[in-house]
């Protein structure tokens, strides 16, 4: 084998992975053009074309297919004997790679991470904000996070979170305007500001309890987003009534900039599950990922 064989044929299957050129070079640290020459080279000394192109997307030929069959367990086991060597040193190292939300990185990941790093500096995080349902597995992620109910059953999940609420809020202004919701069927008659789902494309319906009974509430408004960041700043500048978490909408209420409402509709909910495959054996640095993450936080 070629000595620069192995970096291809690794590069190879995180296009595949991640269907982009521009996906894959992030992942991998590189150019695109770099990748994308990469590719082409590979495909010229294998004599068969890997990867089909199109102005949208990428993705493996049927030959493609045939390579990753073999390529993808082999990756896996290379990087199983890297973390087995890993475990020969005194102070766990090397990289942890996450998928997660957004919501997950900000309220679960950030408030860890200088502790985290402080105690283990030969550990790299890597995090991969994304809101569909990455597999970790073919996207080679050593775990991720998300809610416990909707990890895989063939997947081992820890909790790694607080129970969680959703909070409606309004600004103010807004509500200066028309009286406030009396119950979740009342948002029919606001402006609401409502969320592109990345994964499914469709809007999310907002969801409430009545007396341990799930329900759901589709919304109406002039604003659609796919980032929470944004819709927050839209509700308080008056634009209409938003459905955040709690701990994202608590600066704003603490400053009155917000103003909370149903909130006897929204208990809390399970938090964040740090999950990953049963069958693989769980690295040292994630290990202590993990631990650092199950760790009692400071009062």
Avoid at 61 to 80: F, M, N, S, V
Avoid at 244 to 264: F, S
């Amino acid at each position: 084998m070629r000595r620069n064989d192995l970096l291809d044929l690794s590069a190879f299957a995180a296009v595949a992975a991640e269907g982009s050129f521009t996906r894959a070079a992030i992942k991998l640290g590189m150019s695109q053009s770099a990748l994308s020459h990469a590719m082409k080279a590979l495909e010229q000394r294998l004599g068969v074309r890997l990867l089909s192109r199109t102005t949208r997307s990428v993705a493996a030929t049927a030959a493609g297919e045939e390579l990753l069959k073999t390529l993808r367990p082999a990756l896996e086991g290379i990087d199983a004997g890297l973390a087995q060597l890993g475990t020969k040193r005194a102070v766990p190292a090397g990289k942890v790679r996450l998928t997660m939300t957004k919501q997950a990185a900000r309220s679960v990941i950030q408030p860890m991470l200088p502790g985290f790093l402080a105690a283990y500096p030969d550990i790299q995080v890597e995090v991969f904000v994304d809101d569909r349902f990455t597999d970790i597995v073919t996207g080679r992620f050593d775990a991720g996070i998300r809610f416990g109910q909707k990890v895989a059953k063939d997947m081992v999940s820890v909790r790694v979170g607080p129970d969680l609420r959703a909070a409606v809020v309004a600004s103010p202004a807004y509500l200066a305007q028309r009286p406030a919701p009396r119950t979740p069927r009342d948002l029919i008659h606001h402006r609401c500001i409502n969320y592109r789902m990345a994964r499914t494309g469709g809007l999310y319906a907002w969801e409430f309890r009545d007396k341990g009974r799930r329900f759901e509430v589709r919304v109406e408004g002039s604003l659609v987003f796919n980032d929470g960041d944004l819709i927050e700043a839209a509700a308080e500048s008056g634009q209409g009534i938003a459905y955040i978490w709690e701990d994202q909408a608590a600066p704003y209420l603490a400053r009155g900039r917000l103003v909370r409402l149903l909130e006897a509709w929204c208990p809390p909910i399970p938090g964040y599950c740090l999950y990953y495959p049963s069958r693989r054996q769980m690295p040292p640095a994630l290990a202590a990922f993990l631990q650092a993450l199950r760790s009692p936080k400071p009062a």
